[in-house]
C-alpha cells in the first residue's frame, strides 16, 4: 500500500477521521470491512491473532 493516510484529529473534539485512497475495487475494499475474517487480516498487528466474536457491520 502506497497511498498516503490522512489523519484528521481536531484538539476539540474527541473524533478522529482517517482517510486514505486504496487501490482496488470498491466491492473488495467493502468486503475488507463487512466480512470478519477479512477484517482480521488488516485491523491489528500482523503478528497477533485477532479473534472476533461479533462484528456489527453497517452501511
Given at each position: ?6 489523519l484528521?484529529?481536531?484538539?476539540d473534539t474527541?473524533?478522529?477521521e482517517f ?18 475474517e ?8 500482523r ?6 466474536t461479533?462484528?456489527n457491520?453497517r452501511?
Open positions: 500500500m502506497t497511498n498516503a493516510l490522512d484528521n484529529a481536531p484538539v474527541l473524533a478522529m482517510t486514505r485512497e486504496f487501490d482496488a475495487p470498491v466491492e473488495a475494499l467493502y468486503r475488507a470491512h463487512a466480512e470478519p477479512l477484517v482480521k487480516r488488516w485491523l491489528g498487528p503478528d497477533l491473532e485477532m479473534d472476533i461479533e462484528w457491520f452501511s
